[in-house]
Structures are given as C-alpha cells and as structure tokens.
C-alpha cells in the first residue's frame, strides 16, 4: 500500500475534474463580535454526496450550516448552491431543508400536519400534498403513526418524522444537525445505515455536521474535518483516517502513536532518528525531504504488532514492558512503556477465548511495524 | 434575526407598548413631580402651573415646596413613613416564617400532586383581594369569631382588640400577601439538585444543618424575589389599612388618600408620593435588576 | 414518612386552613338568616335576594365587567408585544428603560400608579381637551397600564422556554416571518396568553385603589361599591355577592385547570 492507493480508487465527483460542484462556500467567513467562528472557509460540496463537517463544539461547524440554511449571515464571502448566489435570500426561499438537532417538530401538529407544513407553503393542490406526505412517511417507515402527535412518539419515531418532513420537500440539500444525537447508542448505529440507504434512494445531497468521528465515518462519502474554524482537511474516511494531512488530524480522528524526529535521509523510504526510540525509524514516504528536516511521524495502535519475541528484519521495531492494559473484550490496548520512558499504544484483537501466553502487566515485549504502515507528518 | 424581520417590522412591533408605557406610565410620574413642586389653591385643577406666560414673553415660575415643607414640618408624615416601614417588614417576615415551611413542603411533596397544592395557594388571588380582607373584619372584631372562640375555650375573659389595631393590619397584610411569597420560594426549591443535600448528609452533615449550609442559601433568589413582592407593595398600601386598622393606624397610603380625597391637597399628595418614591427605589431597583437576573438565565 | 416530613405537611396544612378559612367563613354567614355576623340565625337565601334587587350593584357588576374584557384583551395584545420585544430583541435603544418600564408596575404602589394616572388625565384635558373627564376609558387605559405588565411576565417565560428551532424549522420549510409567528409560535404560547388574559381580567375586576382615582361619578366599578359598603361596616348583602365570586371563580378556574392540563400534555409540556 502507498500513500496514493485512494488516486487508484474509481473516479468521483470530486476527483474526475469535470463535474460542477452543488454548493460552494467561497471565503465564507462569520463573526461574533470578536470571535472568530468560522474563518474564510473554501469548500465544494458536489450533488449526491453524504457530506460531514465534523468537529468538536465550537469548532464552527453549526454554524457552517446555519449559514447554508440562512439563519446566520456571513460576514465575509458568499454561497453558492447550484451556481446561485444566496447572499440576502432568506431561509424561505433557499432549496435547502434542515434536520434539527432537537428536531423541532411542530408539538401543536399532528405527524401528518407536520410534514405537511412545508408542501403547503409552497401553495401545493391538497390531493398533491397528501400523495407527497404519504410518500415520505412510507419512506421512513411511520405510516402507521401519521395521526399521532410528536409527545406520543419515542425518540427514534420522532427522528424519523424530521427526516421525513426535510424529504418532503425534495429540496436540493438536506442539512442534518447532530441528527442523531439524542439517540441511545444501539439505536444510533442502527439508524445511521439507515440514513446511508434512504440517502441513496432518494439521491438528494445531504450535509451533516457531528462531533462523533464514528458516525461520520460510518455515514460518510466525504469529511471536512473543522478546528478553530477552519477547514483542517477534507477526504473520505479512509483518507482522513489512514492519511491525516496534519497532526491536529492524526490526532482528532482515532488514537495515534505520534514521534518526533529528524529526517537522515533516503528517498521513497526515508531514515528518520527519534530521540524516543532506540533504533532509527524506516518510513515510506512519496515526496522527498531534505536531510535533517523535522517531521512526526505517526503509527495507529491497530499497526503495531505486539509480541514477547524478537521481530523478524524489515520492520521497525521496539523494545518496552507492558504498563497498563485495557481490555475491550473484542480487542484490547496495550499501553507499552518504552526504554526511554514514552508510552506507546498497540491494539490487538482478541482471536480466541483463551490464550495462554497472554500478555500480562510488566512482561517484556517488542512492538514492531512495517514502513508503509506509519506515515510522516509536517504539519 | 437581521434576515428574519426588517427593521421596519420590528420597530412596529415594539413601538405599542413602548409608547403606552412611556405616555401612561412614566409621563404620569414627571407630572407628580412637576405637581409635588406646584402651590395647591382652590378652583380646577387645585394647582397654580409652575411657569405662567405673562404678557406673552415674561416667565412667571411658580415653584413652591409648600407640598414637601410639610412633609418635615409635621411629624405626622414622618411616623407615618416610619410605620409603614415597620408594618411592611412584619409582614414580609411573618411571609417567610409561613412561606417558607409551606413552599418546601409543597417542592417536596411527590410530583403528581404539587401543580395542586401549587394551585391551591394560587386559588385566593383569583377571588377578590377586598372581599377577603373583609373577611377578616367578621373574624378579628370584638364579638368576632377569633374572640368567641377563645372566649369559648376559656383562653380569656374579655374580648380582645385586635380590629382596628397594627395587629390586625399585619394579619391582613400577611394573609393578602402569602401566596406572592410562596410563589418564587417554591420556584427556587423546585429547581434545586436533591444530590446536593445526598452530598451533603454523605459527607456528614446533619438534616437541619444541611438545610442551613446548602438549601438556605441555594433558596436565596426566591426569598428575595418573594420579600420584594411582599415588602414593596406593602410599604403602600392603603385598603388594608384602611378596612382592619384604627384611627391610629399610620400609614403612608392612607395619609396619601386623605391629603388627595379628603383635603383636596393635591401638592402636598404628590408630595407624599414622591417622598414614597425616594424610600422605595432602592428595593425596586433590586428587584428589577433579580428580575432581569433571572429573565436572563431563564432565556 | 418520618417527623420532620410530618411537622412540614402539617405547617402546610395549617397555611390552606390560613388561606382558606375567611372564604369558608364568608360562604357559611352568607346563608345566615340573621344580620349579626356572629350570631347563627338560621339557614337562609334572602341576602342573594337583596343583592338581586340592588341596582347599584347590579350595574358596577356589569360595568366592572365590560372594563374587565376589555382591559384583558388590550393588556394581552400589548404585554404580549412587550413580551416579544423583551425575549427576542436583544439589543435596541432604551431597552433598559423599556425593561424597568415592564417591570415596575409590578410591585409599585397602587396608590402612586392611581395618582399619577389621575394628574396625566387631569392635565392632557387640560391641555388637548381629553379625555373629557373619567369615565370608563379612563379607567380602562389604568388598568391596562398596571396589567400589562402581569402579561408580560407570563407570556415572557413561555416564551423563552420556547424551542427556538420550532421558528427556525417553520421558516426552513418555507414559511414566511408572520406566517411563522401566526402558525407556530402563537399556538405554543397560546396557554400564556390565556393565563395572562385571565390575570389581567381578575385584576381589573379587583381592583380598587387605581380606580378610586380615574372613575368618576357615573362611571363606578363594583370593587368602589363594595368599597364603600364595607367601610360602613359588615353587611351580609357583601357575604353574598362573595359567594357569588367564589362560586364563579371555582367554576372557572375547573374549566381552566382542565383545558390547561390537555394543552400541556398536547405541547408535552
């Protein structure tokens, strides 16, 4: 695997070059008095993507969207969907349809009433709006619930009666804020494929901003990942997972093992010293770096490889003993303490019920792992 | 919200009860005391203008503190004020002594039924305030009903005189006033973390002391709102007074009614109004600010 | 339930007997065939009688009435702007005086708010020639400006508990800013504005210090009547005519009760 496996991928819309993006913030930025909440943001989202704005809170994500819905005004720069302008168009009238976080169904209106409210104020003849609401709770599986009121529905019915009423309107982009936030655990795993399906069923682009990096990764056909409000990188979940463009990156989205060093030299492999570790380290690495530039470099848990015995030549390696563990029951952490005193993590999953040379507290060990499975960082 | 409503919109909506306040409201308090500084004299209006044109260019002030001159001059209005100082925290206190144990038991009581017990605090507001302190007068007179019955349980001998005295203006007021202390007591000790008093018995504090060290002054916001509620009104007012208390019973709405009913002294009202004013705006400017206070957080 | 539980719910007990004793009373002596308070006189109805022929009370009953409806509906139309105003404009000039504004009539004197109302009318028929003595809208515009403010507390809380995202989400799909105050907040805050109205409505029909000052000779609400016979002394034509209110207010407040609870558990809450 090299660093360029996603260009081998089949073409997207945002890769083939030739397709117009659906929405494009340009320089979009928003201010508080002196808070900076989202600062000149570039993005292009393209039609049919499930697009993430993920990030922890106060990162401007919220924001980001609100400003696509219209609730907030940018300060700076424009949106365009579908090539139109939308500075000064009020939420009214844009061709977008949000999902609240709190879903904000109409408590005075029955389900019905509810998805209803937006086909009527587009004027729609009865018979119309009837056929489109019984659509869209076939859609979302709630037939049978179209009389109750949202107090009567438990918290996943009333999740799907805000889709439904964002679907009713087939508006070009559906806007999701934290949609599934207030959904306990199991139920929110369940719901996301099935936001995913009827996603690609209806074809609409949707826009979802979260902070739970698993849901958007599950959801996702691409991530812009927010800090500070900035776009940090945008990819798919494997770009964003397996290739971070920053340590800030590297560190948000899952646990990372992270090194400073200095590079010696080498070309498509380069030699890097790592004060922390004892040998130095091998690293692919497509674009070349002078000698003695500093870099991180970044190795995920699930890549190291953890055992009492000496690895095999090739790979990277280092000695430690076992600090603490933390067992998960599918997999569990070893958190390694290395001769210099760095702790390190490796995960290993858990095969069998038993194993008898199970690792244990204070028990030597060697991690090691292969050169194109770390990555160097700059940034 | 700019790209909700217009400007335009929005100064409409607010520009009603914007500008019923300031022509109803507060012009009327500039006119008492424009009024409090006028000399009174008989005819309509009993008031001469501050300022007469005379000759067309000519300003001619008439600006006389006749009506505050008064105020200082006879210790009338003094002990008046004083009284009603006094009367208003009686009743403020015996509110809270009574407030107090009856919201906590109601924000203790299970959930189902403290809408009820809250409602039945409430109910009495919604029956007529004076025909309640009327009520009073069948039950505090001498052959009255408190008397019979202590009389019948042989308590005492002769009748006592409660109607007509302070005694029964504090009665009164406590008995008006009660569900305006109850009212944000409760609201506060409803709101408060049970766990906190858990905590507080886990780390071995007795009840009673837990109460002192944790819910007194949790249950602050309220005590203030409450005694606010009750205080300020109360330092004015003037059928309570007026129904229950005696001849002797001094208080400042009273000496208001009569200067403007009684003496036709219009001046010397405004005056006393004023003067009300002065000693009142400290507490009402408190209670605006916890008002605001607690708005704020709520919103 | 332990001592201490006990001492508190019988501390309550004692405030409901506090509270509610002078009206029993009140109800008991007004079947009181004798005029003595005091003195059991046997069970009667000819007070009811009396008081139906007293026109006097009859016609301050109706006026207070018409007074009463109309100051609730304009106090609630007002408050509830002054509400508006209060939750959703964050930032205008003179909101701070617009806030004390709001809230002062709330715990002034009425005494003073009687007497300044009294000199504004006074002197704007001095000076624009109305309003032409006091009347009924004179007593009116009074009331209106101390209950207004008893609206607005009420509609202000609902209305900042309510849901901002409901208005958002009404304007995402489509709906215009008054089609959205129209179709979604009003409904939500409906059960304020019904509370608020019926508050204003008790406090004008209560009220007696206000109207004292702005009613004239042909204009007297009933609480001046009731007023005026008090000061005289016990009259069991008064014991009566409570009797009337509570019942009446017991019934509404049923109605209300029940009406409310459906509207609560409609909106949850």
Same mark, same amino acid.
């Given at each position: =695997? @090299?660093?360029?496996?996603? /260009? $081998?991928? @089949?073409?997207?819309?945002?890769?083939?070059?030739?397709?117009?993006?659906?929405?494009?913030?340009?320089?979009?930025?928003?201010?508080?008095?002196?808070?900076?909440?989202?600062?000149?943001?570039?993005?292009?989202?393209?039609?049919?993507?499930?697009?993430?704005?993920?990030?922890?809170?106060?990162?401007?994500?919220?924001?980001?969207?609100?400003?696509?819905?219209?609730?907030?005004?940018?300060?700076?720069?424009?949106?365009?969907?579908?090539?139109? +302008?939308?500075?000064?168009?009020?939420?009214?009238?844009?061709?977008?349809?949000?999902?609240?976080?709190?879903?904000?169904?109409?408590?005075?209106?029955?389900?019905? +009433?509810?998805?209803?409210?937006?086909?009527?104020? +587009?004027?729609?003849?009865?018979?119309?709006?009837?056929?489109?609401?019984?659509?869209?709770?076939?859609?979302?599986?709630?037939?049978?619930?179209?009389?109750?009121?949202?107090?009567?529905?438990?918290?996943?019915?009333?999740?799907?009666?805000?889709?439904?009423?964002?679907?009713?309107?087939?508006?070009?982009?559906?806007?999701?804020?934290?949609?599934?936030?207030?959904?306990?655990?199991?139920?929110?795993?369940?719901?996301?494929?099935?936001?995913?399906?009827?996603?690609?069923?209806?074809?609409?682009?949707?826009?979802?901003?979260?902070?739970?990096?698993?849901?958007?990764?599950?959801?996702?056909?691409?991530?812009?990942?927010?800090?500070?409000?900035?776009?940090?990188?945008?990819?798919?979940?494997?770009?964003?997972?397996?290739?971070?463009?920053?340590?800030?990156?590297?560190?948000?989205?899952?646990?990372?093992?992270?090194?400073?060093?200095?590079?010696?030299?080498?070309?498509?492999?380069?030699?890097?010293?790592?004060?922390?570790?004892?040998?130095?380290?091998?690293?692919?690495?497509?674009?070349?770096?002078?000698?003695?530039?500093?870099?991180?470099?970044?190795?995920?848990?699930?890549? =190291?490889?953890?055992?009492?015995? /000496?690895?095999?030549?090739?790979?990277?390696?280092?000695?430690?003993?076992?600090?603490?563990?933390?067992?998960?029951?599918?997999?569990?952490?070893?958190?390694?303490?290395?001769?210099?005193? $760095?702790?390190?993590?490796?995960?290993?999953?858990?095969? $069998?019920?038993?194993?008898?040379?199970?690792?244990?507290?204070?028990?030597?060990?060697?991690?090691?792992?292969?050169?194109?499975?770390?990555?160097?960082?700059?940034? | 919200?700019?790209?909700?409503?217009?400007?335009?919109?929005?100064?409409?909506?607010?520009?009603?009860?914007?500008?019923?306040?300031?022509?109803?409201?507060?012009?009327?308090?500039?006119?008492? %005391?424009?009024?409090?500084?006028?000399?009174?004299?008989?005819?309509?209006?009993?008031?001469?203008?501050?300022?007469?044109?005379?000759?067309?260019?000519?300003?001619?002030?008439?600006?006389?503190?006749?009506?505050?001159?008064?105020?200082?001059?006879?210790?009338? *209005?003094?002990?008046?004020?004083?009284?009603?100082?006094?009367?208003?925290?009686?009743?403020?206190?015996?509110?809270?002594?009574?407030?107090?144990?009856?919201?906590?038991?109601?924000?203790?009581?299970?959930?189902?039924?403290?809408?009820?017990?809250?409602?039945?605090?409430?109910?009495? %507001?919604?029956?007529? %305030?004076?025909?309640?302190?009327?009520?009073?007068? #069948?039950?505090?007179?001498?052959? #009255?009903?408190?008397?019979?019955?202590?009389?019948?349980? #042989?308590?005492?001998?002769?009748?006592?005189?409660?109607?007509?005295?302070?005694?029964?203006?504090?009665?009164?007021?406590?008995?008006?006033?009660?569900?305006?202390?109850?009212?944000?007591? *409760?609201?506060?000790?409803?709101?408060?973390?049970?766990?906190?008093?858990?905590?507080?018995?886990?780390? #071995?504090?007795?009840?009673?002391?837990?109460?002192?060290?944790?819910?007194?002054?949790?249950?602050?916001?309220?005590?203030?709102?409450?005694?606010?509620?009750? %205080?300020?009104?109360?330092?004015?007012?003037?059928?309570?007074?007026?129904?229950?208390?005696?001849?002797?019973?001094?208080?400042?709405?009273?000496?208001?009614?009569?200067?403007?009913?009684?003496?036709?002294?219009?001046?010397?009202?405004?005056?006393?109004?004023?003067?009300?004013?002065?000693?009142?705006?400290?507490?009402?400017?408190?209670?605006?600010?916890?008002?605001?206070?607690?708005?704020?957080?709520?919103? | 339930?332990?001592?201490?539980?006990?001492? !508190?719910?019988?501390?309550?007990?004692?405030?409901?007997?506090?509270?509610?004793?002078?009206?029993?009373?009140?109800?008991?002596?007004?079947?009181?065939?004798?005029?003595?308070?005091?003195?059991?006189?046997?069970?009667?109805?000819?007070?009811?009688?009396?008081?139906?022929?007293?026109?006097?009370?009859?016609?301050?009953?109706?006026?207070?009435?018409?007074?009463?409806?109309?100051?609730?509906?304009?106090?609630?139309? !007002?408050?509830? !702007?002054?509400?508006?105003?209060?939750?959703?404009?964050?930032?205008?000039?003179?909101?701070?005086?617009?806030?004390?504004?709001?809230?002062?009539?709330?715990?002034?004197?009425?005494?003073?708010?009687?007497?300044?109302?009294?000199?504004?009318?006074?002197?704007?028929?001095?000076?624009?020639?109305?309003?032409?003595?006091?009347?009924?809208?004179?007593?009116?515009?009074?009331?209106?400006?101390?209950?207004?403010?008893?609206?607005?507390?009420?509609?202000?809380?609902?209305?900042?508990?309510?849901?901002?995202?409901?208005?958002?989400?009404?304007?995402?799909?489509?709906?215009?800013?008054?089609?959205?105050?129209?179709?979604?907040?009003?409904?939500?805050?409906?059960?304020?504005?019904?509370?608020?109205?019926?508050?204003?409505?008790?406090?004008?029909?209560?009220?007696?210090?206000?109207?004292?000052?702005?009613?004239?000779?042909?204009?007297?609400?009933?609480?001046?009547?009731?007023?005026?016979?008090?000061?005289?002394?016990?009259?069991?034509?008064?014991?009566?005519?409570?009797?009337?209110?509570?019942?009446?207010?017991?019934?509404?407040?049923?109605?209300?009760?029940?009406?409310?609870?459906?509207?609560?558990?409609?909106?949850?809450?």
């Amino acid at each position: =695997m @090299a660093d360029n496996a996603v /260009k $081998r991928n @089949a073409p997207t819309p945002w890769t083939d070059g030739a397709s117009a993006p659906l929405i494009h913030f340009e320089g979009i930025s928003k201010r508080f008095g002196d808070f900076v909440a989202v600062d000149h943001v570039d993005l292009a989202i393209y039609p049919g993507e499930f697009f993430s704005l993920l990030g922890a809170s106060g990162c401007g994500k919220t924001t980001l969207l609100r400003m696509l819905a219209g609730f907030e005004t940018p300060t700076g720069g424009r949106i365009l969907i579908d090539g139109v +302008d939308m500075t000064g168009i009020p939420p009214y009238e844009r061709p977008v349809n949000m999902m609240f976080q709190s879903y904000a169904l109409f408590p005075h209106m029955s389900v019905e +009433d509810n998805i209803a409210f937006g086909l009527k104020q +587009d004027g729609l003849a009865k018979a119309v709006i009837r056929d489109k609401v019984a659509r869209s709770l076939d859609l979302v599986q709630m037939s049978r619930f179209a009389g109750r009121k949202p107090h009567q529905l438990s918290g996943g019915q009333r999740q799907r009666v805000a889709l439904a009423r964002c679907l009713a309107k087939e508006p070009k982009v559906v806007l999701l804020d934290e949609p599934l936030a207030a959904l306990d655990k199991k139920l929110r795993e369940q719901t996301q494929l099935e936001l995913v399906n009827i996603q690609d069923r209806v074809g609409i682009t949707f826009v979802m901003v979260t902070h739970d990096q698993g849901e958007a990764m599950t959801m996702s056909s691409r991530i812009g990942l927010m800090n500070a409000g900035r776009i940090e990188q945008v990819g798919s979940p494997v770009e964003i997972y397996e290739y971070p463009g920053s340590r800030f990156v590297a560190d948000f989205i899952g646990a990372a093992n992270m090194f400073e060093g200095t590079v010696k030299g080498g070309g498509g492999r380069l030699a890097i010293a790592c004060p922390e570790l004892a040998h130095d380290l091998e690293v692919a690495h497509a674009d070349p770096l002078p000698a003695g530039s500093a870099v991180t470099v970044m190795v995920r848990p699930e890549k =190291m490889m953890i055992s009492r015995d /000496k690895p095999e030549a090739g790979l990277n390696w280092a000695e430690g003993v076992v600090a603490d563990i933390a067992y998960l029951g599918d997999v569990s952490i070893y958190h390694v303490r290395l001769t210099s005193g $760095r702790k390190v993590q490796a995960l290993q999953t858990n095969l $069998r019920h038993t194993e008898e040379q199970r690792l244990t507290w204070d028990d030597a060990v060697h991690l090691s792992w292969h050169p194109a499975n770390a990555l160097v960082l700059t940034r | 919200m700019k790209a909700v409503s217009g400007r335009a919109g929005r100064f409409l909506v607010g520009l009603a009860p914007y500008a019923w306040l300031v022509l109803f409201f507060l012009i009327p308090f500039l006119i008492v %005391f424009k009024i409090s500084l006028s000399e009174a004299r008989m005819g309509i209006p009993p008031y001469m203008p501050l300022v007469e044109w005379a000759d067309g260019a000519v300003a001619q002030w008439h600006i006389s503190l006749a009506g505050y001159g008064a105020l200082f001059s006879d210790d009338l *209005y003094a002990l008046a004020y004083l009284s009603s100082l006094r009367l208003a925290a009686i009743a403020t206190i015996g509110c809270l002594l009574l407030g107090y144990p009856a919201a906590y038991a109601i924000a203790r009581s299970p959930g189902h039924v403290r809408q009820p017990l809250l409602m039945l605090v409430a109910l009495p %507001f919604w029956t007529s %305030f004076l025909i309640r302190v009327y009520a009073w007068i #069948g039950i505090l007179k001498n052959e #009255g009903l408190l008397n019979m019955a202590l009389q019948a349980l #042989g308590i005492i001998d002769e009748p006592l005189q409660i109607l007509e005295t302070d005694w029964a203006v504090s009665i009164g007021m406590i008995y008006s006033y009660l569900p305006f202390m109850i009212l944000p007591l *409760y609201a506060t000790l409803e709101k408060m973390d049970l766990s906190l008093l858990e905590a507080a018995a886990d780390l #071995g504090c007795k009840p009673f002391k837990a109460f002192l060290a944790v819910t007194l002054p949790l249950s602050m916001p309220g005590i203030i709102a409450g005694s606010m509620l009750v %205080f300020i009104p109360a330092v004015g007012e003037f059928v309570i007074p007026d129904l229950l208390g005696g001849p002797d019973t001094l208080m400042i709405g009273k000496v208001l009614w009569a200067e403007f009913f009684d003496n036709r002294d219009w001046p010397a009202a405004s005056a006393v109004a004023v003067a009300m004013l002065v000693v009142l705006v400290v507490p009402i400017m408190a209670f605006q600010h916890f008002e605001t206070k607690r708005a704020e957080r709520e919103g | 339930m332990n001592n201490r539980a006990a001492a !508190l719910y019988t501390a309550l007990a004692l405030v409901y007997a506090f509270l509610y004793l002078p009206i029993v009373l009140l109800v008991i002596y007004s079947f009181n065939a004798s005029r003595l308070v005091t003195v059991w006189g046997g069970f009667s109805t000819k007070w009811y009688g009396e008081l139906m022929h007293d026109h006097q009370v009859l016609d301050a009953a109706w006026l207070s009435i018409k007074i009463a409806l109309m100051n609730a509906t304009l106090a609630t139309l !007002l408050g509830t !702007l002054a509400a508006v105003v209060l939750v959703r404009f964050q930032r205008f000039p003179g909101r701070a005086l617009f806030t004390g504004m709001v809230s002062a009539p709330l715990v002034m004197p009425e005494i003073i708010t009687g007497l300044a109302l009294l000199l504004l009318f006074v002197g704007m028929e001095h000076l624009i020639g109305w309003p032409d003595g006091r009347s009924m809208t004179t007593i009116v515009i009074a009331h209106v400006t101390f209950s207004l403010s008893f609206v607005t507390v009420v509609v202000r809380s609902r209305l900042s508990q309510m849901d901002r995202s409901l208005e958002e989400a009404a304007m995402d799909l489509g709906a215009r800013p008054l089609t959205v105050f129209l179709r979604i907040t009003l409904p939500i805050i409906a059960p304020s504005l019904v509370a608020g109205w019926l508050l204003a409505f008790t406090l004008s029909v209560d009220d007696v210090v206000i109207s004292a000052f702005v009613s004239g000779p042909g204009s007297t609400p009933l609480p001046i009547v009731i007023f005026s016979k008090v000061r005289l002394g016990v009259s069991p034509e008064i014991n009566a005519l409570a009797t009337i209110v509570v019942a009446l207010v017991g019934v509404a407040i049923a109605i209300a009760g029940r009406v409310m609870m459906r509207n609560e558990r409609a909106s949850g809450g």
